[in-house]
């Protein structure tokens, strides 16, 4: 069983930054990729990016890009996911979920909530204007 904890959210201006954490209960090689994804209230969840336990991919939604980055950090074996957040806007104001997948899976498959199998408890991020 894998879980995931997020943290790093907040309340922050618009224009400013910030930074999420997600730390991974098991080993990194029990993982295939880790993405983030978000959820405004009254809306559906929303890929925001993912990225391969390797660190050597990335994914992005267009509405991030250029704005925000993906990270991976191993330590003993095991994985912390980082999205760092610039130029934030009130519309990336959501609760922001973790989520990690132990089955390889295709990358064009990652933008897609229902191949993850393990969620974190989400952190929310507001941005005020």
């Known amino acids: 069983q894998v879980q995931l904890v997020e943290s790093g959210g907040g309340l922050v201006q618009a224009g400013g930054s910030l930074r999420l954490s997600c730390a991974a209960s098991?080993?990194?090689?029990?993982?295939?990729?880790l993405g983030w994804f978000r959820q405004a209230p009254g809306k559906e969840l929303e890929f925001v990016s993912a990225i391969l336990r390797s660190g050597t991919s990335t994914y992005y939604a267009d509405s991030v890009k250029d704005r925000f980055t993906i990270t991976i950090s191993i330590d003993n074996a095991k994985s912390t996911l980082y999205l760092q957040m610039n130029t934030l806007n009130p519309g990336d104001t959501a609760v922001y979920y973790c989520?990690?997948?132990?089955?390889?899976?295709?990358?064009?498959?990652?933008?897609?909530?229902?191949?993850?199998?393990?969620w974190g408890q989400g952190t929310q991020v507001t941005v005020s204007s």
């Open positions: 098991t080993r990194t090689d029990a993982i295939w990729a």
């Open positions: 989520a990690a997948t132990s089955v390889w899976r295709p990358s064009t498959l990652l933008q897609s909530a229902g191949q993850y199998e393990h």
